[in-house]
Every structure is written in C-alpha cells, then in structure tokens.
C-alpha cells in the first residue's frame, strides 16, 4: 500500500499503473508528499515544509518544491496508463515557503501530440501562488 497516495485515491484499476509507481516512489515518500486526487491528466497534492527542508535564508530550498512539482506532474502524465518520463521541466518562483506551511499543488496536462505532451503544475500556500512549473513529457513505447 502507497504511503504516497490518500486512501481512496486511483483505487480504480485503470490506475493501477500510477498506484506501482507511486508505490515505489522514495523521493517523493521522503518530502512527505500526499496525493490528494488524481484523475485522466490531473493530480493534486499536498506537502509540509520541514525544517531541513528551509536553506540559509529561512525559506524552503527550492529544490523540495521542484521535488513536489515533479511528483504531481508524474501523476498527471502517467494517468492514462502508459509509462511517461520528463523531457524537459522548469519553474518559477513567485514567494518564498516557510518552515511549516502547506505547500498544495495542482498538475493539469494541456496538452498531448503523438507521445508527447505538456504539464502545468501550480503550487500555492493557502490559495496564494509560490510556484509555477511547466514540464514536457515523453510516452515510453511498451515493453516487449
């Protein structure tokens, strides 16, 4: 059973796929992220700033939140069921996070041509933007 994801949460069998793969996801275990929701396209979740997390000036190392980002754009980009990895990703910040707050994030796919498509990922701190990502993705071909 995923620590990953919330009970109740892609319990279909259509993502039995994204259930392994969170399953088996130790990155995304170690921030402490929680998937909250996630349909065709579309993953949301949740993670709190820990004190290790934050860097010399008291705000969380921008690395934890690409972290959290990355995770929900897996989520969204391995949804249909097919293995999907990253070509290219980047963000920008927009405010700081600090110890202890709730970094929450959505991951929508906007767009999908051939085996490829786009991601946007928004994290926000009680409604308010610190982040926005933008990832392209690249479907696998299946194994043989």
């Known amino acids: 059973m995923s620590q990953i994801l919330r009970p109740g949460v892609a319990e279909s069998e259509e993502f039995a796929h994204v259930r392994a793969m ?3 996801d130790k990155a995304t275990a170690h921030i402490g992220a929680e998937i909250t929701k996630l349909e065709l396209g579309h993953c949301e979740g949740q ?3 820990r004190p290790e997390m934050c860097n010399g000036h008291g705000t969380a190392q921008g690395g934890f939140l690409y972290t959290f980002a990355d995770s929900l754009f897996a989520g969204a980009c391995n949804s249909p069921g097919e293995v999907a990895v990253a070509a290219h990703n980047s963000i920008h910040y927009i405010a700081p996070a600090f110890e202890g707050d709730v970094v929450s994030g959505v991951a929508i796919t906007r767009e999908t041509w051939g085996r490829n498509g786009i991601v946007d990922v928004s994290l926000s701190i009680h409604g308010k933007p610190i982040a926005e990502f933008r990832g392209t993705f690249r479907v ?5």
């Open 22 to 24: 969170f399953e088996s």
């Open 47 to 49: 993670f709190t700033i």
């Open 140 to 144: 696998l071909p299946a194994k043989k």
